[in-house]
């Protein structure tokens, strides 16, 4: 199981699509001993992997404290990260805590469109010398990037750069609007260019030694056994089964782009609201709307339900509106 941890709502970057429409620091977010609390209840729940994310998680003062208490309660902590303030004593640091793994965002293969859609100026070479750092540090990293329809035809080249820089993995983001990305919505790639573009991340797949994984994008286990192609994931969305998101401020979310609250860990521990809250037992009972809830691909896709809780009107068991395969549609080619 994993869970995301949102540490903080600051960030030196404005990404247009940022789901916690995160900027300055505010007032409210759980303190170093109220994390560590937190970090206990998420070990006792049967958590193995937690991602420290943001906002920006390396602006914590205390990240490297957080990072070394996930490995000392048998965890693995890994990042979501921007990837520009890691210097080589940060990337350092970062290992010595115990960090398995750095996830750094790069929305294209060139400063320009990269640069805008964060909206600071450098943010791309930045985040390259980060990657350096990791490399020169032996610390894993894999790269992020949020696809829409201004990067549809970017992926494989973003990920050649990633398998030049020496990451271990590709994760593509599939645009979902909530917080800044409810301002972009018209950008997420709808039905057609959606399956297409999982088509080619399975078939780059089958080219290159790194992984990839499509995120918010569950479609892609149901095409990966069409295409013959073995996966080590189970399951496409996992929100409240295997997955969920506790926000700075100790607000619990299905996942990071399901604004949904299931509960508060200041006020009921996490491993409690983990058990018993009535959004995770809904999502655990998988009686999914729509075409979703007779798909023979049901157990191994689930349907984004932080996408269908976007677009039913906050419905998160309806069928995901973005899957062709709902009208019989088994495989789109061609760009």
């Not at 030196?12 to 699509?17: A, S």
Request: some cysteine; charged content about 25%.
């Amino acid at each position: 199981m994993i869970i995301s941890w949102n540490t903080t709502w600051a960030c030196h970057l404005k990404c247009k699509h940022c789901y916690r429409d995160a900027g300055d620091k505010r007032a409210g977010e759980l303190s170093t001993a109220e994390g560590k609390k937190l970090l206990e209840e998420i070990a006792r729940a049967g958590f193995k992997i937690v991602i420290l994310s943001g906002g920006e998680p390396l602006l914590r003062e205390d990240i490297f404290e957080l990072t070394a208490y996930v490995s000392s309660l048998g965890m693995r902590p890994v990042f979501g990260t921007t990837g520009t303030t890691i210097t080589d004593e940060v990337a350092q640091r970062l290992k010595q805590a115990g960090a398995a793994c750095i996830g750094i965002s790069l929305d294209s293969a060139s400063a320009p469109l990269h640069d805008d859609f964060r909206q600071v100026t450098g943010a791309f070479e930045d985040a390259l010398r980060g990657m350096e750092a990791c490399l020169r540090a032996g610390l894993p990293f894999q790269v992020h990037t949020t696809v829409r329809e201004h990067n549809f035809h970017e992926f494989e080249g973003i990920s050649d750069l990633a398998v030049r820089m020496g990451a271990i993995a590709h994760h593509i983001f599939f645009l979902v609007p909530t917080g800044r990305g409810k301002d972009i919505e018209e950008e997420a790639l709808r039905e057609k260019r959606y399956e297409q573009l999982l088509h080619r991340i399975m078939k780059k797949q089958k080219e290159v030694d790194i992984e990839l994984k499509p995120t918010c994008a569950p479609q892609f286990m149901r095409i990966a056994q069409q295409m013959g192609l073995k996966m080590r994931f189970t399951r496409g969305c996992l929100a409240g089964t295997a997955y969920c998101c506790i926000l700075p401020n100790g607000v619990v979310h299905p996942c990071p782009y399901l604004p949904l609250t299931v509960g508060d860990v200041r006020e009921t521990p996490f491993d409690r609201i983990w058990k018993e809250a009535e959004v995770f037992q809904e999502l655990r009972r998988d009686d999914l709307g729509g075409k979703c809830g007779v798909c023979k691909y049901k157990q191994v896709c689930g349907g984004c339900r932080a996408r269908a809780f976007y677009y039913a009107d906050e419905d998160y068991m309806a069928e995901d509106p973005w899957c062709l395969y709902r009208r019989g549609v088994n495989a789109v080619h061609g760009s």
